[in-house]
């Protein structure tokens, strides 16, 4: 938003200007207190994850959904909007999308007949911690769950990745693009895996990691790749 960085807490919103941090006004008329993501849609709506649902916020409007309008759980951890205009939510019980303003998710909300790649991928999007989600270019929705695997979702198609596409660790904390488009995975035990497009790739505490439980991988401006693990960057 500008020359402001914003920071999602667990007391609130906080807004960083020129160094200057201070309580934000950005979500005001949000009641929850725990704050774990912000995003916007295509027509500007801003969308914020809670402990008590996720709120729609625009210049007039507030709208809170919950578990009583459809929501698997109400606390929710991550949000990512795709090019159709599809919110999809990360829950702390599986996985949900709001399409034209109604909510679904993989078993009692269900829009269409989905196609699984294994048995247990949608007992897993429905039972399990989903934390993290994101949208790549080509509009496929990546889904962490806390520990079943990375899945890929696209047009009607779910496939769970695993040890035998060699993801050898299916605790999922991190997912992240770079700019030639591979996925980074970042796991609890495993360290982190590239994706290609193909196969994954591993990096760990042997190729110079300072930990094996990594939070996230990002990228900077100048394309250098910043792991943020348990014992530092």
Known sequence: DG????????????????????????????????INHLCRDGNNNLW???DAGVYRKNNSTIINYRDSEGLPHNYTYQIAVDKKDIVWIATQRGLA??????????????????????EEAQKILTTQSIRKVIVDNDNSVWIGSWNGGLFRLKD??????????????LSIR??????QKHIW??????????????????FNTKNGL????????EADNNQNLWF???NGL
């Open 3 to 34: 020359s402001k960085l914003y920071a999602a807490s667990n007391e609130g919103l906080f807004e960083i200007n020129d160094y200057d941090l201070k309580k934000s006004q950005l979500i005001g008329g949000v009641k929850s207190k725990i």
């Open 174 to 179: 991190g997912i992240q693009i770079d700019a």
């Open 210 to 217: 300072k930990s094996n439980w990594v939070f996230s991988v």
């Open 48 to 50: 914020i994850s809670t």
């Open 185 to 202: 995975v970042s796991t609890r035990y495993g360290g982190a895996f590239k994706f290609d497009g193909n196969s994954f790739e591993n």
């Open 97 to 118: 999308y709001i399409k034209e303003n109604r909510i679904y998710d993989f078993d009692k909300n269900v829009e269409k007949e989905w196609k699984f790649s294994d």
């Open 228 to 230: 943020c693990t348990a």
């Open 156 to 169: 009607n198609s779910i496939y769970r990745f695993t040890q035998k596409d060699g993801l050898l660790d």
